[in-house]
């Protein structure tokens, strides 16, 4: 991790080319509005991957009921 915070940060003045926004001298403001941005879109990554898991464990709690209700009735049929 470099000296400003960032883990993807290529280093300040260490002379290697990096493609990273954090690779450049930035100013305590300026590195603060870059990781609000990412903290915001992370954020939005959790709660859209939230709701993909809502909704797969909604369709596998169907398909649980629904196979418990067919072992239901064929329970009580052949009883």
Do not use: F
Not at 26 to 41: L, N
Not at 53 to 74: D, H, L, Y
């Amino acid at each position: 991790m470099c000296s400003c915070g960032l883990r993807s940060c290529g280093g300040h003045g260490s002379g290697t080319a990096v493609s990273s926004p954090y690779a450049a001298e930035c100013a305590p403001e300026e590195r603060a509005q870059r990781i609000a941005k990412a903290d915001r879109k992370q954020s939005t990554e959790v709660k859209e991957n939230w709701e993909q898991v809502k909704i797969r464990a909604s369709n596998w709690q169907k398909q649980v009921e629904k196979g418990v209700g067919e072992t239901s009735r064929t329970a009580e049929s052949s009883g």
